[in-house]
């Protein structure tokens, strides 16, 4: 059974940093493209940032270019999200995703974990 | 960017059918998804690759997505109580990545 537990949310200022991590089992890890997304109170899904199974394609919304930075630990069978300069509208659930095997067009959010909630405030 | 579009609501009466549509550009030379979301749990994919649908998926989830329109469709046919839920289209564009539509609140009444 895939399972993905999202780990690493919480409260934080306004320019500060947090890294969510996701540990993945039930698959074979390595086999796939991985991604973020995230959910703000109340509102819609929005897709973060995805990378392919060996890291070398590597995508992110526009609005957290320059700030987020995805990446994986095949080895582990972990996703990590280092983000920087966080600001009042990243606050969300963040959700670990398990892609397809490919990482560009026909791409799809197989399967999803329970997410971590991050806070952005004073 | 890329944009797809939905409804932000459906209505339906327990036993008929739901169509959701998503639109957006040239849509029908991508690949369309679609997931539900109930209240307080993470979405589940039930359409992929336009008209697949995952094995634990009921078969009254189907989905279209013609080759020469911008709307592709979910529908649901002999909705269900438990069909009440926000669904999302996805689609990819090789600018901006993974694109979902704004969510449709399916209404069972």
């Known amino acids: 059974e895939v399972q993905l537990v999202e780990s690493g949310g919480g409260l934080v200022q306004p320019g500060r940093s947090l890294r969510l991590a996701c540990v993945a089992s039930?698959?074979?890890?390595?086999?796939?493209?991985m991604h973020w997304a995230r959910q703000a109170p109340g509102k819609g899904l929005e897709w973060v940032s995805g990378?392919?199974?060996?890291?070398?394609?590597?995508g992110y919304v526009d609005s957290v270019k320059g700030r987020f930075t995805i990446s994986r630990d095949n080895a582990k069978n972990s996703l990590s999200l280092q983000m920087n300069s966080l600001r009042g509208e990243d606050t969300a659930l963040y959700y670990c995703?398990?892609?397809?095997?490919?990482?560009?067009?026909?791409?799809?959010?197989?399967?999803w974990g329970p997410g971590t909630l991050v806070t952005v405030s004073s | 960017s890329y944009e797809v579009t939905q409804p932000p609501s459906v209505s339906v009466s327990p036993g008929q059918t739901a169509r959701i549509t998503c639109t957006g550009d040239?849509?029908?030379?991508?690949?369309v998804c679609w997931y539900q979301q109930k209240p307080g749990q993470s979405p589940v994919l039930v359409i992929y690759?336009?008209?697949?649908?995952p094995s634990e998926i009921p078969e009254r989830f189907s989905g279209s997505n013609s080759g020469n329109t911008d709307t592709a469709t979910l529908t649901i046919s002999g909705t269900q109580a438990m069909d009440e839920a926000d669904y999302y289209c996805?689609?990819?564009?090789?600018?901006?990545?993974?694109?979902f539509g704004g969510g449709t609140k399916l209404t069972v009444l």
């Open positions: 995703a398990k892609g397809t095997r490919a990482y560009g067009s026909g791409s799809y959010l197989e399967r």
């Open positions: 039930g698959f074979t890890f390595d086999d796939f493209a």
């Open positions: 990378i392919s199974w060996n890291s070398t394609s590597i």
């Open positions: 040239k849509l029908g030379d991508k690949y």
């Open positions: 690759q336009d008209t697949k649908r």
């Open positions: 996805q689609a990819w564009d090789n600018s901006t990545s993974v694109v």
